[in-house]
């Protein structure tokens, strides 16, 4: 496909239409394992002619796409991407990064100045005083945002989007998470995991349009908005970068909302931390699969937890079921 024809079919996954969008997306799912698709996508994204919105959906799904797909976990899978894209994506990338708005790379530049790493001495004086005077306020000041939606308060689901973001980008930078360790298991288990579960807006579009709820769950544009995404993306982010001691704390809290939710009558079960919970150990399958002893326990798992609400009554769980990872899991 030609640049402008693949610039239609992101325009279109934009639409307001659901038909246009879900056609659109069915289309790049069908295209992004073509050859030089990826390119094409990265010569979308620095393409000051387009319109701003196409070359973010482009720079969206080339993100997801090669986070994916560039080095599979399952050796199994095999490599999908044909090793002339990755050799032309290489060739390329920088030279595309320096074609990017001007204000994304000072972004960009500005946030790496809380990372003591740089080498330049004058870029690293900067980012000392930006670290002691400024980087751990800002985290303070996102803390004390986050702590309005744990005590039941309103933010923007942008914003809170955005500061989980921030956070996500502070786990692998050791100062930075030695300020927000001490507070980890609140951040974890009354931030972080509230914002995986069903909650009231979902039961809302559920109960309106069923189809619509688990669309959304495959739209690359709730990226760029939804609390839900970024809550993912920081679990992803702290198992990765800080696994120990966070990983084992976080299945057995995963494990002890499965055992609740057995254990409790029909009229009182938390279905809602259930469908969380889904979406936790769906989200973490991959590192789960490599790491002992939790490979040698998901076909328990699965038996035990997840096949049984294939027949739920609750409709939000069979949807979850088969919408979330699960599959990377089975096999």
Same mark, same amino acid.
């Given at each position: 496909m030609d640049l402008p024809s693949l610039a239609v079919v992101l325009r279109a996954a934009l639409s307001h239409t659901p038909d246009e969008r879900k056609t659109a997306e069915a289309s790049l799912d069908q295209l992004q394992f073509t050859?030089?698709?990826?390119?094409? %996508? %990265?010569?979308?994204?620095?393409?000051?002619?387009?319109? %701003?919105?196409?070359?973010?959906?482009? /720079? @969206?799904?080339?993100?997801?796409?090669? /986070?994916?797909?560039? /080095?599979?976990?399952?050796?199994?899978?095999?490599?999908?991407?044909?090793?002339?894209?990755?050799?032309?994506?290489?060739?390329?990338? %920088?030279?595309?990064?320096?074609?990017?708005?001007?204000?994304?790379?000072? @972004?960009?530049?500005?946030?790496?100045?809380a990372d003591m790493k740089i080498q330049k001495q004058e870029s690293k004086a900067f980012a000392q005083m930006f670290q002691k005077t400024y980087a751990g306020k800002i985290l303070g000041c996102h803390l004390q945002l986050l702590n309005a939606i744990r005590t039941g308060g309103y933010l923007p689901d942008r914003v809170i989007n955005l500061i989980l973001q921030y956070l996500t980008n502070s786990i692998p930078k050791n100062s930075m998470y030695q300020l927000m360790q001490p507070q980890m298991d609140i951040i974890l288990f009354e931030i972080i995991f509230p914002l995986l579960c069903f909650n009231d807006n979902d039961q809302m579009l559920w109960d309106e349009d069923p189809h619509e709820y688990v669309r959304k769950g495959y739209d690359i544009i709730e990226d760029l908005y939804s609390p839900r995404t970024a809550a993912m993306d920081f679990v992803n982010e702290l198992v990765r970068k800080r696994g120990k001691g966070n990983l084992q704390k976080f299945i057995q809290f995963i494990v002890g909302i499965f055992m609740r939710y057995d254990e409790t009558s029909i009229e009182l079960k938390p279905y809602r931390q259930k469908d969380g919970a889904l979406l936790a150990i769906g989200t973490l399958c991959d590192r789960l699969k490599q790491t002992d002893p939790y490979k040698g326990e998901l076909e328990r798992m699965l038996v035990q937890h997840v096949f049984p609400e294939f027949s739920s009554h609750v409709g939000h769980l069979r949807a979850k079921v088969v919408q979330s990872t699960w599959l990377a899991v089975v096999f």
């Open positions: 050859p030089q698709h990826l390119v094409r %996508l %990265l010569q979308i994204i620095v393409d000051g002619n387009c319109d %701003l919105a196409v070359r973010q959906v482009a /720079s @969206i799904h080339f993100k997801n796409f090669v /986070s994916k797909n560039w /080095s599979p976990t399952d050796p199994e899978e095999g490599h999908k991407v044909p090793e002339s894209d990755k050799a032309m994506v290489r060739e390329n990338i %920088l030279g595309f990064i320096t074609q990017l708005p001007p204000l994304l790379r000072y @972004i960009s530049t500005f946030l790496q100045f």
